[in-house]
C-alpha cells in the first residue's frame, strides 16, 4: 500500500485547508519543490499535488509550480487534480511528465468527459470522488450534488478509469481519522483501486487501512499529518510495505 504525500497549492505555495475552505489555510511552505523533495528523499514513491485555485477557477492556476515539481523529480509518479477540465489540460500535463490525472468537477457535471479521456489517455486517469454523506462534492467542494459515490464509481469503472480517490471532506484536514467504513464499501462494490483521503491523522489509521488493504485499497493519501508531525511518512510507508 502507498502512503502518498500531499501537496497543496494556493497562490504557489504549500498549504492545507480544513475541509475544504479556501479561508481555512495553514501555509507550509513557500517553496513546494523543495517540500516535494522532503518527501522524494523520505522514500515516497508517488506524489499528490492539488492545484487549489485551479479547483475553484476551473483550469490550472499552479501548473508553473506543479511542472517544476515533475522536472526536479522525474522518477517518482505525480497525480495531479484541481481544475483539471479539458483535454488539452490533460495533455499539458502528461506532456510535463504527470502520470496520472485526477478527474472531479468535471466527472460529475459531463460524464461524457470522462469515457472519451479514458479512451484517448488509457492508463493515465484517476477519478477524485469528494463526499459528504455518501453525496458527490464539486466545484472545490463548494456544491454537494444529488448523485450518490458508489453509483459513480461503477459507472467510471466501466469507463475504465485507472483508480479512485475517495476523500470524506467531513474529515479532511480535520486529524479526526480516517473513514474506513464508507472507504471499505465503496471498495467492495468496484474492482478497481481505491486510495484513501481525508482524515489520516496517525499510524493507528495506516494501521486500519493495512488491514482492509485486501478489499482494494492502494494506496492513502495524507498531508496534514505529515506536516504537523502526528504520522512520520518514513515510518508508515515502513508499516504500509508489512507482510
Excluded at 517544476?68 to 483539471?84: C, F, H, R, T
Aim: proline share 3%; hydrophobic share 40%; aromatic share 6%.
Amino acid at each position: 500500500m502507498l502512503i502518498i504525500p500531499a501537496i497543496d497549492l494556493k497562490e504557489g505555495k504549500c498549504v492545507r485547508l480544513r475541509q475544504g475552505k479556501m479561508d481555512q489555510d495553514t501555509v507550509f511552505s513557500d517553496d513546494p519543490v523543495a517540500m516535494a523533495g522532503r518527501w522524494v528523499e523520505a522514500g515516497c514513491r508517488r506524489l499528490h499535488l492539488v492545484d487549489l485555485d485551479g479547483a475553484f477557477a476551473g483550469e490550472p492556476v499552479n501548473a508553473d509550480v506543479i511542472h517544476q515539481i515533475v522536472e526536479a523529480y522525474p522518477d517518482v509518479p505525480v497525480q495531479v487534480g484541481g481544475g483539471i477540465r479539458s483535454e488539452k489540460t490533460i495533455q499539458t500535463y502528461l506532456d510535463a511528465g504527470v502520470r496520472y490525472v485526477i478527474v472531479g468537477t468535471k466527472a460529475v457535471s459531463d460524464p461524457h468527459f470522462v469515457t472519451d479521456v479514458c479512451s484517448g489517455y488509457i492508463g493515465h486517469v484517476i477519478i477524485g470522488l469528494d463526499a459528504k454523506d455518501g453525496k458527490v462534492a464539486i466545484d472545490g467542494w463548494s456544491k454537494i450534488s444529488k448523485h450518490n459515490v458508489i453509483d459513480l464509481a461503477q459507472k467510471y469503472e466501466e469507463d475504465g478509469i485507472e483508480a479512485i480517490i475517495y476523500t470524506d471532506i467531513a474529515r479532511d484536514g480535520m486529524m479526526q481519522g480516517v473513514n474506513i467504513d464508507a472507504t471499505v464499501r465503496l471498495a467492495r462494490a468496484i474492482n478497481i483501486p481505491v486510495i484513501a483521503s481525508g482524515g489520516i491523522t496517525n499510524m493507528n489509521d495506516i494501521k486500519a487501512l493495512k488491514a482492509v488493504e485486501h478489499e482494494g485499497i492502494e494506496g492513502a493519501i495524507t498531508g496534514r499529518a505529515i506536516y504537523e508531525g502526528t504520522l512520520d511518512f518514513a515510518e508508515a510507508q515502513s508499516l504500509a510495505d508489512a507482510d
